[in-house]
């Protein structure tokens, strides 16, 4: 009795055999010749989020960051390197 890992083990297995054959249509002679897709940068700009989940918790993360207490976290910096509290403003 095969588990199902000794299944996807021995497809696997095969898959890859057949890839570096130099008849199969996926061999390395065939990936090499095949050209190249590029992925392009884009700017943040670029992006708009549609209302939705991805929107809400965009909104939700930068609420908390613009929220931080920025002395707060430049503290730690500061007494390092002998700097004293910034005065509140």
């Given at each position: 009795m095969?588990s199902?890992r000794?299944?996807l083990?021995s497809?696997?297995r095969c898959?890859a055999?057949a890839?570096?054959?130099t008849r199969?249509?996926?061999?390395?002679?065939?990936?090499a010749?095949?050209?190249p897709?590029?992925?392009?940068?884009?700017d943040y700009?670029?992006?708009d989020?549609?209302?939705?989940?991805?929107q809400?918790?965009?909104?939700?993360?930068q609420?908390?960051?613009m929220?931080?207490?920025e002395?707060?976290?430049?503290?730690p910096?500061?007494?390092?390197?002998g700097?004293?509290?910034?005065?509140?403003?």
């Amino acid at each position: 009795m095969h588990s199902r890992r000794s299944f996807l083990e021995s497809t696997l297995r095969c898959g890859a055999l057949a890839a570096v054959g130099t008849r199969s249509p996926f061999s390395l002679a065939a990936l090499a010749d095949a050209a190249p897709t590029l992925l392009g940068e884009f700017d943040y700009g670029d992006v708009d989020l549609a209302p939705g989940l991805a929107q809400k918790q965009f909104e939700h993360t930068q609420s908390i960051l613009m929220s931080l207490n920025e002395d707060s976290l430049l503290k730690p910096w500061r007494l390092r390197a002998g700097l004293q509290r910034l005065a509140p403003s």
